[in-house]
C-alpha cells in the first residue's frame, strides 16, 4: 500500500499525460500501442 491521496494520483496522472502531450486515458493507450508498448 502507497498510502497516496486520491488528489496526489490526480496529479500524477496529469503530468504523464503532459509528458506524453495527450489529453486523456483513451490517447495515452493509443499512443502506447502505437509505440509497441502494448502488445494489443
Do not use: C, F, P, W
Request: proline letters at 0%; aromatic letters at 8%; charged letters at 30%.
Amino acid at each position: 500500500m502507497l498510502y497516496l491521496s486520491e488528489g496526489t494520483v490526480k496529479n500524477y496522472i496529469s503530468t504523464i499525460y503532459s509528458k506524453l502531450h495527450v489529453k486523456g486515458r483513451r490517447e495515452a493507450a493509443r499512443k502506447a500501442r502505437d509505440s509497441g508498448i502494448l502488445d494489443h
